[in-house]
């Protein structure tokens, strides 16, 4: 059944864009109408491999193209959506283990989806399972709510028959690196949010309040003190200079995201975060249990080592442990294993690599690479909170320097003047 995109206006008033399935423009719009939506504009979505009208066959390059020429076609990628994909993946790993056909259940899975992109995205991938590609093939098609990771998984359950238990593993996968990235926010969300507001207190103190108090304290005519000087000219800086400040801060900012897209920038800056003390330490933790649940996840699967060493350089996150993934890859390649490059890094830490080298001469790597992910996500969890503790000390610490010296520097001329003025009495 084709799937068109329509613009619309509800009973209020309220513009409205969507997708809906019909066999024609007009029964799409009867559809619409008894939605209480009235169609402005509708259009029929592109599928490959359907006829154009000059005779040509569509093609993936002319469905990207057109995505790229209308934003009503773009599969966007949003959080909520993103978040939604472990969930929707776990429903559908159990409707296909209860026998219901692929095309049935993703019918069911855009029923219940709330996201406007994510269920364009589902009713897609049905279309194209009907037209005859693989479930595999359809999901490649989205590659913001659908990685290489997924994909490649699921084209390995539908080769072995096992697609539903690829799937449920793929839900508890993604479920689990969304709960490690929420620990590590949570955790990390308080000392930021404490650093923020300090930052705008000294601010706010240093554009307004200080130059009032130091209005004042001039009229005195009185020999400042070094202290109060000090915070004088750093006022005076601020209040002159925030705009350039700013803006610095702003062309440092997009200079960085620029150069991210360098492969020497960003391994530079990737070591440089691994070498940081007590966070180099949690960066690298992080990656070693996204490499282990990830190869662990993918050859459980039954994805072939050398294509799950491709997926996972690109999932652990970090430049420095890519590199060593190619190595790992090119050595294998030659002949040897996988733990012996791996201990050579310097990287991943030694007892990762002799894990492995077990797992690999019992031949139960995939369990092996189990234990050393659920170590590592242990250890995820006790850096974090070493980090935090550390850090909300430090914050609060920083924080008392800051204004007690705002506070020493404003009273210094302050009590010397009211002491004049008792004298002079």
């Given at each position: 059944m084709p799937i068109y995109d329509y613009k619309g206006l509800t009973p209020k008033g309220d513009t409205k864009a969507g997708i809906i399935d019909a066999d024609s423009p007009r029964e799409a719009r009867i559809k619409l109408r008894a939605q209480n939506v009235l169609v402005t504009e509708i259009a029929a979505r592109r599928m490959e491999g359907e006829k154009r009208k000059d005779g040509k066959t569509v093609s993936g390059a002319d469905i990207r193209a057109a995505a790229a020429a209308k934003p009503l076609l773009q599969f966007k990628r949003t959080p909520r959506g993103k978040r939604e994909v472990p969930t929707y993946t776990r429903q559908l790993a159990t409707l296909l283990r209860a026998g219901i056909p692929l095309a049935s259940a993703m019918s069911a899975l855009i029923e219940q989806s709330q996201t406007p992109d994510l269920e364009a995205a589902f009713r897609d991938i049905r279309e194209r399972i009907t037209q005859g590609l693989s479930f595999a093939e359809a999901l490649a098609y989205h590659p913001a709510y659908f990685d290489d990771l997924f994909v490649n998984m699921v084209k390995a359950g539908e080769a072995s028959?096992?697609?539903?238990?690829?799937?449920?593993?793929?839900?508890?996968?993604?479920?689990?690196?969304?709960?490690?990235?929420?620990?590590?926010?949570?955790?990390?969300?308080?000392?930021?949010?404490?650093?923020?507001?300090?930052?705008?207190?000294?601010?706010?103190l240093m554009s307004f309040v200080v130059p009032?108090?130091?209005?004042?304290?001039?009229?005195?005519?009185?020999?400042?003190?070094?202290?109060?000087?000090?915070?004088?000219?750093?006022?005076?800086?601020i209040a002159d200079w925030w705009m350039v400040m700013l803006s610095s801060i702003l062309g440092v900012v997009l200079l960085h995201r620029f150069l991210t897209r360098r492969p020497e920038y960003r391994y530079a800056v990737d070591k440089a975060k691994l070498k940081l003390p007590i966070v180099g330490d949690l960066i690298r933790k992080t990656a070693v249990s996204r490499f282990a649940v990830s190869m662990s996840t993918l050859l459980k699967s039954g994805?072939?080592?050398?294509?799950?060493?491709?997926?996972?350089?690109?999932?652990?996150?970090?430049?420095?442990?890519?590199?060593?993934?190619d190595t790992v890859h090119d050595r294998i390649v030659e002949g040897t294993d996988i733990s012996t490059p791996i201990k050579k890094s310097g990287v991943f830490p030694p007892v990762v690599g002799y894990m492995i080298a077990v797992g690999?001469?019992?031949g139960q790597l995939e369990d092996m690479l189990d234990r050393v992910a659920t170590s590592y996500d242990e250890e995820v969890t006790i850096t974090t909170e070493k980090v935090t503790s550390l850090l909300e000390p430090l914050i609060i610490v920083a924080m008392a320097l800051v204004?007690?010296?705002?506070?020493i520097a404003i009273m210094q001329p302050i009590l010397k003047i009211s002491d004049i003025s008792r004298v002079r009495k």
């Open positions: 028959g096992n697609l539903d238990a690829v799937l449920e593993r793929l839900a508890e996968y993604l479920q689990k690196q969304a709960s490690i990235r929420n620990k590590v926010s949570a955790a990390l969300a308080y000392p930021i949010v404490m650093m923020g507001i300090g930052v705008v207190i000294v601010i706010i009032k108090i130091m209005t004042i304290v001039a009229q005195s005519k009185q020999a400042l003190p070094f202290t109060t000087r000090l915070l004088q000219t750093g006022s005076q800086f994805v072939p080592v050398l294509e799950a060493l491709n997926i996972v350089k690109d999932v652990v996150g970090n430049a420095v442990v890519q590199r060593v993934l690999e001469q019992s204004v007690g010296f705002i506070v």
